[in-house]
């Protein structure tokens, strides 16, 4: 069965979480009718989706229409409306102390921001999750995009993937670390990476991978953790944003006033 993967998704408290579902479900379904579609959680301190969904859970507060159940054995939950599946996998971010991202899908643990690249990578596999170099704006340049080629020298495939956005311009050149990546061995990730603006809610599942898994969605998610790690002829879907839209939501996030951080 076709699925459509999302493997970046912020979710900020200036979100309405049946909106973004929502979106989610007609971004998907504009890409390919009929497809699962499975969002990868990348969440900042100080949000936790996640929890907020295992308390509806608990609950058995349906949002907006779409029903929760448990997946077994996963570290996801099943959200259901109509035709349409949602599977919500947890997943962190974490800013090192070099001022770099590493994300940790597949996994509900926490860490500490501040700390070394190099230990937050072990520690997401020690915890069995999947650790992700994110390409960032102007992240992967001068002193830190050397770090991020040391990375990926002293790290293999199976312990690290690296990941592309969509919010990255389409006429930007593909940095020179995703060639040394490609030829190491390691997979290419690719998702929204939504910011802390209201109107990004609606990009959410707009672009991502396709991938053919499993019907049983239990079994898919397991298959899913496995297949990020390893390099294939990914397929992707969705288109990436215009110069003039990247240099817009760059203005809108430093003139934001939207109560999209913690505490607000």
């Known amino acids: 069965m076709q699925y459509h993967i999302d493997t970046h998704v912020h979710v900020y408290h200036c979100y309405e979480p049946g909106t973004l579902l929502?979106?989610?479900?007609?971004?998907?379904?504009?890409?390919?009718?009929?497809a699962n579609l499975i969002l990868c959680l990348t969440e900042s301190r100080g949000f936790n989706f996640f929890q907020y969904l295992k308390d509806q859970l608990k609950t058995q507060?349906?949002?907006?229409?779409?029903?929760?159940s448990e997946i077994a054995k996963q570290?996801?939950?099943?959200?259901?409306?109509?035709n349409q599946n949602i599977i919500i996998v947890a997943g962190r971010q974490v800013i090192t102390k070099q001022g770099l991202e590493v994300l940790a899908l597949f996994s509900d643990q926490t860490y500490d921001d501040g700390r070394d690249i190099q230990s937050i990578i072990d520690q997401i596999n020690e915890n069995v999750?999947?650790?992700?170099?994110?390409?960032?704006?102007?992240?992967?340049?001068?002193?830190?995009?050397?770090?991020?080629?040391?990375?990926?020298?002293?790290?293999e495939p199976g312990k690290l993937a690296i990941a592309d956005i969509s919010a990255r311009p389409a006429l930007w050149?593909?940095?020179?670390?995703?060639?040394?990546?490609?030829?190491?061995?390691?997979n290419c990730l690719y998702g929204t990476d939504p910011l802390p603006i209201g109107y990004e809610q609606h990009r959410v599942a707009n672009a991502?991978?396709?991938?053919?898994l499993p019907s049983d969605i239990a079994e898919a998610v397991a298959e899913l953790k496995n297949r990020l790690l390893q390099q294939t002829e990914?397929?992707?879907?969705?288109?990436?944003?215009?110069?003039?839209?990247?240099?817009?939501d760059q203005l809108m996030l430093r003139l934001n006033r939207q109560p999209c951080v913690p505490g607000h």
């Open 22 to 34: 929502n979106e989610a479900s007609l971004n998907s379904n504009r890409s390919g009718p009929g």
């Open 61 to 68: 507060k349906p949002i907006a229409g779409w029903s929760l």
């Open 75 to 82: 570290p996801a939950i099943l959200l259901r409306s109509d």
């Open 129 to 155: 999750g999947i650790a992700v170099l994110p390409w960032g704006v102007g992240k992967w340049l001068g002193s830190r995009g050397a770090i991020i080629e040391k990375i990926l020298n002293d790290n």
């Open 173 to 186: 050149p593909q940095p020179g670390q995703f060639r040394i990546a490609r030829e190491s061995g390691y």
């Open 208 to 212: 991502g991978m396709i991938m053919e």
């Open 234 to 248: 990914n397929q992707y879907y969705g288109n990436r944003v215009s110069t003039l839209r990247f240099i817009k």
